[in-house]
């Protein structure tokens, strides 16, 4: 089966998508910020053939650290139930993929989304080809608005950078499953393993980080 099967509940939004032929033929996304474990199952079922497929792939963060295991989790048990291949993809590059998409640009372009604790995550990409252009890294909003003078940048993050008052802007852009069609294989062949970003709050007994 040429299909693949995308799945993104990294960030306050929910999505997946049916990739065929290298077309999308079927897609659903919805912000629920909360709830990703009880709305993602539905959303795959509610695909053609239940959203069946020879590979998945899934979003593997930066993002939420629930919302980045729950998707991890589905994938996983969706490829062992199938016999299915797995990858992952980062958050960030698929914003950047879209934003290069909707507007070619030549330089450099940010892509930053909520990193928690005031911060957001954020990175660089080049286009034709798309590829990083910086390490992905976790900063102020200080910081990160003086590293993008002159630089445009996308995604949810940068409701944060306005006066440290993310009233001050619009929600912004968040990662859509269907999007991962604009991809270059290098990119959508990560580990599907979370990508974190910094350190993960969660803390088992002892101060362990939680494996993957």
Known sequence: MNRTLVIDAATAACSVALIEN??????THEVVDRGHAERLVPMIAELPDGGRAGRILVDVGPGSFTGVRVGIAAARGLALGWGAEIAGYSSLALMAARAFE??????PLAALLEGGH???FMQLFAASPLR???????LTPADARRELEGTTAVGDG???????????????????AADAVLLP?????????PLYGRAPD???PGGKVPAA
């Open 118 to 120: 005031g911060e957001v």
């Open 202 to 204: 969660a803390k088992l």
């Open 132 to 138: 990083p252009a910086s390490p992905l890294r976790s």
């Open 102 to 107: 909707t507007e070619p640009a030549s330089l």
């Open 22 to 27: 290298g077309a999308v033929i079927a897609r």
């Open 185 to 193: 294989p290098e990119l959508a062949s990560l580990p599907a393993r």
């Open 158 to 176: 940068l409701r944060w950078l306005h006066h440290d008052d993310p009233r001050a802007a619009p929600r912004g852009a968040l990662p859509e």
